[in-house]
């Protein structure tokens, strides 16, 4: 089992700024492919970003490439996401997951555990 939990989330100016984190933990971080992903009020969750197991490899959804840099720490067992030039339509609930392959896969039903979700809101 892993568990994940998202923090970091909240309110930003367009054009601002944020980070979201995730800490993980019941199974040995570095063994984990992460990533992020992402549901907007009436839509479908999509991806955002991915991180291989020793962050040898990432991915990005074109929608975010530029703007999110995604990150790892195997020491602390964390996971970032780094979110500039924000946009009224990244506005979405955030959302953890860890693939057991190690993976930096775009595919969401590839990955096995998910976190509950944080709230990101761009105002314009």
């Known amino acids: 089992q892993v568990q994940l939990v998202e923090s970091g989330g909240g309110l930003v100016q367009a054009g601002g700024s944020l980070r979201v984190s995730c800490a993980a933990s019941g199974r040995i971080f570095s063994t984990l492919g992460m990533g992020w992903f992402r549901r907007a009020p009436g839509k479908e969750r999509e991806f955002v970003a991915a991180?291989?197991?020793?962050?040898?490899?990432?991915n990005y959804a074109d929608s975010v490439k530029g703007r999110f840099t995604i990150s790892r720490d195997n020491a602390k067992n964390m996971v970032y996401l780094q979110m500039n030039s924000l946009k009224p339509e990244d506005t979405a609930v955030y959302y953890c997951?860890?693939?057991?392959?190690?993976?930096?896969?775009?595919?969401?039903?590839?990955?096995?555990?998910w976190g509950q979700g944080i709230q990101v809101t761009v105002s314009s």
């Open positions: 997951a860890a693939d057991i392959h190690g993976s930096a896969i775009a595919t969401g039903g590839l990955y096995e555990y």
């Open positions: 991180i291989s197991r020793r962050a040898e490899t990432t």
